[in-house]
């Protein structure tokens, strides 16, 4: 089994430390749950600019606070 990317994990633990379900974080963030679930399992490494930061905004948090291996500030 194919390891997650660390960006795909720290949207997982943030989303889930903000109390949010996948399908209420894509409501919020205006993208579809299939998007959030994929962008958890393969990272935000390949995602487009705009949606990282959408999601990000809806968390919350910065694109470097998904990205970042130090984590939330």
Do not use: F, Y
């Not at 430390?17 to 209420?24: A, E, M, N, V, Y």
């Amino acid at each position: 089994m194919a390891e997650r990317p660390m960006s795909g994990i720290r949207l997982r633990d943030i989303r889930i430390r903000k109390g949010l379900s996948q399908t209420q974080l894509a409501k919020d963030a205006g993208v579809s749950r299939v998007t959030i679930r994929r962008l958890e399992k393969q990272g935000l490494e390949h995602c487009v600019l705009l949606t990282a930061k959408i999601i990000a905004e809806a968390l919350g948090v910065t694109i470097d606070d998904l990205i970042s291996a130090t984590g939330e500030k």
